[in-house]
Nanobody
Framework: QVQLVESGGGLVQPGGSLRLSCAAS????????MNWYRQAPGKQRELVAV???????NVADSVKGRFTISRDNAKNTVFLQMNTLSSEDTAVYYC?????????WGQGTQVTVSS
């Protein structure tokens, strides 16, 4: 059974930082591309960051310079380091794993940026 379990969300003040984690099980983690998506209330889900199995990364323009994606294949975990958070980053953040036609979603973790 495949599971993607996100953690690390919560309430943070503007300008603060959070580190999200997504622990995967039931897949050969190292061969999967891992993505982070987010969905704010009333908005469509958007792609935030991608890390390929090779380790190459890409992040959305809206978070460039503030968010960093990384992975630890030994721990089957992908991370999203989020710095200089603003209210516009408030959303549910989802982990996504993809390999060829296989893809899986996590359940999401809430990030709320508010004073």
């Amino acid at each position: 059974q495949v599971q993607l379990v996100e953690s690390g969300g919560g309430l943070v003040q503007p300008g603060g930082s959070l580190r999200l984690s997504c622990a995967a099980s039931g897949i050969v983690f190292s061969i999967y591309q891992m993505n982070w998506y987010r969905q704010a209330p009333g908005k469509q889900r958007e792609l935030v960051a991608v890390i390929a199995s090779s380790g190459n990364t890409n992040v959305a323009d809206s978070v460039k310079g503030r968010f960093t994606i990384s992975r630890d294949n030994a721990k089957n975990t992908v991370f999203l380091q989020m710095n200089t958070l603003s209210s516009e980053d408030t959303a549910v953040y989802y982990c996504y794993a993809a390999y060829r036609r296989l893809n899986y979603w996590g359940q999401g973790t809430q990030v709320t940026v508010s004073s």
